[in-house]
């Protein structure tokens, strides 16, 4: 597992998830979302107990900053394969990524990258891989973390096999 620190009034880590420890119901191929180490639910999610995650996340009595808290509802909702949820909290943290004040412009176009490669996640389980690949570019253009570029070039690489065999199918009708 990698981390990576971000400022945020106190230290934040990173923590990237691989997603071959899921449930299938939620399976993102290979794909990496983020969580914010430390915030409510992440411990549980991590772990692989989404409703857990989602109602510690929900419920927490401690102060956390937005950002946070929607990055791991984004993570917990998408994992649950409930997808309306997950699309609400994965937008909100995009927002909440360009609102904050109090953090460089640089770590918050970090933390807004994250956000982005989240929701591509997202969109690949709802079918939409062209929002996906939208999500992963400007991803990969605010920050070229290894998250981001890993699910950037794991969309092309697909998308890429599947032109191929459009192309060889239509050459082969003719």
Same mark, same amino acid.
């Given at each position: 597992? #990698?981390?990576?620190?971000? #400022?945020?009034?106190?230290? @934040?880590?990173?923590?990237?998830? $691989?997603?071959?420890?899921?449930?299938?119901?939620? =399976?993102?191929?290979?794909? #990496?979302?983020? @969580?914010?180490? *430390?915030?409510?639910?992440?411990?549980?999610?991590? +772990?692989?107990?989404?409703?857990?995650?989602?109602?510690?996340?929900? =419920?927490?009595?401690?102060?956390? *900053?937005?950002?946070?808290?929607?990055?791991?509802?984004?993570?917990?909702?998408?994992?649950?394969?409930? %997808? *309306? #949820?997950?699309?609400?909290?994965?937008?909100?943290?995009?927002? +909440? &990524?360009?609102?904050?004040?109090?953090?460089?412009?640089?770590?918050?176009?970090?933390?807004?990258?994250?956000?982005?490669?989240?929701?591509?996640?997202?969109?690949?389980?709802?079918?939409? =891989?062209? &929002?996906?690949? &939208?999500?992963f570019s400007r $991803?990969?253009? %605010? =920050?070229?973390?290894?998250?981001? @570029?890993?699910?950037?070039?794991? @969309?092309?690489?697909?998308l890429n096999k599947?032109?191929?065999?459009?192309d060889l199918a239509?050459?082969? &009708?003719?």
């Amino acid at each position: 597992m #990698k981390a990576r620190s971000v #400022k945020l009034g106190s230290t @934040l880590a990173l923590m990237l998830m $691989a997603s071959g420890s899921f449930l299938a119901s939620a =399976n993102t191929n290979g794909y #990496k979302m983020v @969580l914010i180490e *430390d915030t409510p639910g992440a411990a549980a999610l991590q +772990a692989g107990q989404f409703d857990q995650g989602i109602t510690e996340t929900l =419920n927490s009595s401690v102060e956390v *900053d937005n950002f946070s808290r929607q990055m791991s509802l984004c993570v917990g909702f998408t994992k649950s394969a409930q %997808l *309306d #949820k997950a699309a609400t909290a994965c937008d909100n943290a995009v927002s +909440a &990524a360009q609102q904050l004040h109090l953090v460089s412009s640089s770590d918050k176009r970090e933390m807004r990258a994250y956000a982005l490669t989240n929701r591509g996640v997202l969109r690949l389980l709802q079918n939409n =891989n062209l &929002a996906a690949l &939208a999500d992963f570019s400007r $991803a990969a253009e %605010l =920050n070229r973390s290894d998250v981001s @570029l890993h699910n950037l070039q794991r @969309l092309e690489l697909a998308l890429n096999k599947a032109n191929n065999g459009l192309d060889l199918a239509m050459v082969s &009708a003719d």
